[in-house]
């Protein structure tokens, strides 16, 4: 299995950003996919997730109304369109794919069962 994250850059304030997060050697449709980010000197924290059909989005309230999550199940992506982007949303960004995530897990990143290497993300103000 593997996640390859990408679409990280260097942005100013305010300016948007949208990651990918390609799947290969799993079935893409039938797993929950999330991003998380970690900050340097920070521990590794939940951004958003989408169902396997995509018809239930999750945000931490800190992206919510900024950031959009999706997927397209044909082409076994995921993306996270990043809006108005600000200093505090510097991070590496991670996207992760989980095939049994019960309830509200979606957030726990423990019950995420593979992982992308990470994009960075870097915002100037």
């Known amino acids: 299995v593997q996640l390859q994250a990408s679409g990280g850059g260097s942005v100013q304030d305010g300016d948007s950003l949208r990651l990918s997060c390609a799947a290969s050697?799993?079935?893409?449709?039938?797993?929950?996919m999330g991003w998380f980010r970690q900050a340097p000197g920070k521990e590794r924290d939940f951004v958003a997730a989408?169902?396997?059909?995509?018809?239930?989005?999750y945000y931490a309230g800190s992206v919510k109304g900024r950031f959009t999550i999706s997927r397209e199940n044909a082409e076994s992506t995921a993306y996270l369109q990043m809006n108005c982007l600000k200093p505090e949303d510097a991070a590496v960004y991670y996207c992760a794919a989980g095939r049994s995530i019960a309830g509200g897990n979606y957030y726990v990143a423990r019950w995420y069962d593979y992982w992308g290497q990470g994009t960075l993300v870097t915002v100037s103000s």
């Open positions: 989408i169902s396997w059909r995509g018809g239930i989005t």
């Open positions: 050697g799993l079935t893409f449709s039938t797993y929950t």
